[in-house]
């Protein structure tokens, strides 16, 4: 069978005037770093009260408190991310083509990637639902729009009080998801805060993970969000 180029102006990768490579190729170079917050580190599966570990456990975020510390490759993640292509949102290899996938964020993370889709607000009133879901009203200092510091987050919930009842161990593990998420799964491109909203957690961790590398392949981004350990 014989094979047809495309013509030029018909090719499927139609961003490369935007894409990092044109400036790489130009002799220009940048340097990724991930974004992550410190506070994930601290409460990890063996100084964590374990009342509040079975809750994560059930919750589906307990193989998380087992990524204790760990070094990312700068190097490596900015030469990776140079390969993604948004228009496929594939890298693209001198072999093929390849991308992370829903079975590579089970696998790694252990989130569940099936089911019913966990949905909830967006937008409201985040004062009342700090009060409703963590027993604490944040201070005007530690909120920005629908989103909380991590490190109020942090500071908060780092013992449980004597006498505790079933409904403060629940608030405790509810921070404790928050701050895996804003940290080590979804972190923004500050590091330092966590959006107060729900998740179909596989799914949009992987939906974030891509939106991050579009952002990435901008010469001028210095940091990527999004859960890098996937790559």
């Known amino acids: 069978m014989a094979s047809h180029r495309l013509p030029a102006n018909m090719s499927i990768l139609r961003l490369q005037e935007k894409h990092v490579t044109k400036y790489v190729w130009e002799g220009n170079e940048r340097l990724l770093r991930p974004r992550r917050h410190a506070s994930w580190v601290l409460k990890h599966e063996d100084i964590l009260d374990q009342r509040v570990k079975r809750l994560i456990d059930h919750s589906g975020f307990g193989h998380l408190l087992k990524f204790k510390h760990i070094d990312f490759n700068h190097v490596l993640i900015t030469a990776l991310v140079e390969r993604w292509r948004t228009e496929t949102h594939t890298f ?20 569940p990637i099936d089911g019913q889709v966990v949905t909830g607000i967006t ?42 009842t079933d409904d403060v161990i629940a608030q405790h593990a509810r921070a404790h998801i928050l701050t895996l998420i804003g940290s080590l799964l979804m972190p923004d491109s500050s590091g330092s805060k966590v959006h107060v909203r729900n998740y179909s957690w ?28 996937l790559l």
Not at 92 to 111: A, C, K, M, Q, R
Not at 220 to 227: A, F, H, L, R, T
């Open 92 to 111: 693209h290899f001198p072999l093929g083509e390849t991308t992370v996938t829903l079975e590579d964020v089970e696998l790694i993370l252990s989130l």
């Open 123 to 164: 937008s409201g009133d985040l004062v009342s639902l700090c009060d409703q879901l963590l027993g604490f009203i944040p201070p005007s200092t530690a909120i920005k729009g629908n989103a909380i510091k991590l490190s109020w987050l942090n500071n908060s919930f780092q013992e449980l009080p004597h006498n505790v």
């Open 202 to 229: 596989g799914s949009a961790v992987l939906a974030s993970l891509y939106r991050a590398l579009d952002h990435g392949i901008d010469f001028n981004q210095d940091n990527i969000e999004g859960c890098t350990l």
